[in-house]
């Protein structure tokens, strides 16, 4: 490890393995550091993604591809199914990853565009000089260390400290955050070409329980649930309700915990020197929870607005505010509307839910595209959906794309 | 300070880190630290996915 760096990324997860990677491609000396022993490991993932952008950052290379999807199923509280297929999200659904390798993958990436990688490299605060950050002091094999750099990038993930370091409040509270539990299940039988969803007051509060396959026997069965409906049952006590339930055969090979943010957008995302990307900005999906494209996203916009600032000699809030302006364009619009949606769906009760999905009984769904279904939604649950009226005029109007949304996960 | 993190429980998720609005807790590799900025508020306690946190109030 050198004194000085043009860049420095804490954290070693897509966010901050695309910004890392980009940033050397740009010609920046660039140090990315990881807290954990090994890159991707434990996950903390359901390890959904939509096809669309995914090869923007890496090409699609079947070791970290577990499952190719064709659809997905949404189940209502009394069991109503709604299936989306392949046709209808416009012949490109999702993969199902396999995140250890893909993490490792985006990293190896970066370390190969000439990034320098530390693992079991932790940062523990930021070196500021008038309120500008200029750096970071670190934990290296428990050796202390202090690493000075021109811009520093928090891709620190959902327990992020580099934006609190400097001033910006980033934590999040219990309505703020979806609470997970899943489970790698083996010996089930499955569809291993579609992913299932479980909507449900009595299955997962203001939240949702997943199937995501992982080969032909094997998949993550997994409960978010708003953490302010935690408590007396825990996201854990619902997961082991619906195994008992529904896969009492299946043995449970792994266990991952994890929380979401599902704050949506929060006021700031960079100051002096320093820019927060992914998960650590709150990029993800308030209503799936996926974060995966968006800290990508984030992370290939942030490290253009960083090689800009460097190339001017500018690190200023003013510079970095670029930033703030691209991503709140793009990315920062379909979260905001996603937060509109999760607004109005944690308040939805069972009997709700149901109705919006008998209400899709008789569409025909191969002939629809997502901006049809939306609007037969709205139009047979008007009164339920009033709440989210300007977003289905944005979507009718074409005002409103789904440029990274093609389907459930992201 | 009042918080008890059973470290068999934990599978290191560091969501209490994230709703912490006091910063006092970090998540080092496979184990939670909590230092002395604690105020006994108890939402790390609420969050946890699994109920490993104990806050005595
Ligand atoms: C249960 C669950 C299911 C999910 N399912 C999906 C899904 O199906 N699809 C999807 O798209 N998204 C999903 N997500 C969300 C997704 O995992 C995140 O949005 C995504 O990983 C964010 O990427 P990131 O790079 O911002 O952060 P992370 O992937 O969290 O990476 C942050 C990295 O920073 C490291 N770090 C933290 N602090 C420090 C420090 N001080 N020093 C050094 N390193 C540090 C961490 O160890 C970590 O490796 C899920 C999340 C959970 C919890
Ligand atoms: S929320 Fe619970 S499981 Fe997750 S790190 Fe904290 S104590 Fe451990
Ligand atoms: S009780 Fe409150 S202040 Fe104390 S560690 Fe938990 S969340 Fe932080």
Same mark, same amino acid.
């Given at each position: ?410 | ?14 969501? +209490?880190?994230?709703? &912490?609005?006091?910063? =006092? ?7 939670? $630290?909590? #230092?002395? +900025?604690?105020?006994? &508020?108890?939402?790390? =306690? ?7 946190? $104990?806050? #005595?109030?």
């Amino acid at each position: 490890m050198k004194e000085m760096y043009d860049l420095i990324v804490v954290g070693g997860g897509p966010g901050g393995a695309i910004a890392a990677k980009n940033a050397a491609e740009l010609g920046l000396d660039v140090l990315l550091i990881e807290k954990r022993q090994e890159i991707g490991d434990p996950v903390r993932c359901a390890e959904g993604v939509s096809k669309i952008c995914l090869s923007d950052h890496i090409e699609p290379d079947p070791r970290w591809i577990c499952a190719d999807l064709t659809g997905s199923r949404i189940y209502s509280p009394d069991g109503t199914m709604v299936e989306m297929s392949e046709e209808m999200s416009g012949g490109e659904v999702g993969y199902v990853l396999e995140r250890k390798v893909f993490d490792r993958a985006l990293v190896d990436q970066c370390a190969r565009a000439g990034a320098e990688v530390r693992v079991k490299t932790r940062a523990t605060g930021l070196i500021m000089e008038k309120g500008v950050v200029c750096g970071i002091y670190a934990m290296y094999l428990g050796e202390e260390y202090e690493i000075r750099s021109k811009i520093v990038i928090g891709a620190d993930g959902m327990e992020s400290k580099v934006g609190r370091w400097a001033g910006i409040d980033t934590s999040l509270k219990p309505t703020d955050m979806e609470t997970c539990v899943q489970y790698l299940v083996t010996n089930i039988d499955i569809d291993p070409q579609f992913c299932d969803f479980y909507l449900g007051n009595e299955i997962a509060p203001a939240g949702y329980l997943w199937v995501f396959p992982k080969g032909e026997n094997m998949a993550n069965i997994g409960v978010g649930i708003l953490g302010s409906k935690s408590g007396d049952h825990r996201a854990i006590d619902y997961l082991d309700k619906f195994m008992r339930d529904v896969y009492p055969e299946g043995r449970i090979i792994e266990m991952v915990y994890g929380g979401v943010p599902v704050s949506g957008p929060i006021e700031k995302t960079v100051s002096d020197g320093l820019i927060l990307v992914g998960d650590a900005a709150r990029q993800s999906d308030p209503i799936t929870g996926g974060g995966i494209i968006n800290a990508m996203e984030a992370g290939k916009i942030a490290a253009e607005v960083a090689a800009d600032a460097i190339k001017k000699g500018d690190y200023t809030t003013d510079t970095l505010n670029e930033y703030e302006t691209l991503w709140r364009s793009t990315i920062g619009k379909e979260i905001e509307y996603s937060l509109v949606v999760k607004e109005t769906f944690i308040k939805f009760t069972d009997k709700d839910l149901n109705h919006l999905a008998q209400s899709l009984s008789n569409v025909n769904f191969y002939s629809l595209s997502l901006k049809d279904l939306l609007y037969a939604l709205f139009k047979a649950n008007k009164k339920l959906l009033w709440d989210l009226r300007g977003l289905f005029r944005d979507v009718v109007n074409n005002n409103f794309e789904f440029k990274y949304k093609k389907n459930q996960f992201d | 300070m009042s918080i008890k993190i059973n470290r068999y429980k934990c599978g290191y998720c560091g969501a +209490c880190v994230g709703v &912490c609005p006091s910063g =006092a807790l970090e998540l080092v590799e496979t184990w939670v $630290e909590a #230092n002395d +900025c604690c105020t006994s &508020c108890g939402l790390c =306690a609420k969050i946890c996915p699994v109920g490993a946190i $104990e806050v #005595n109030k």
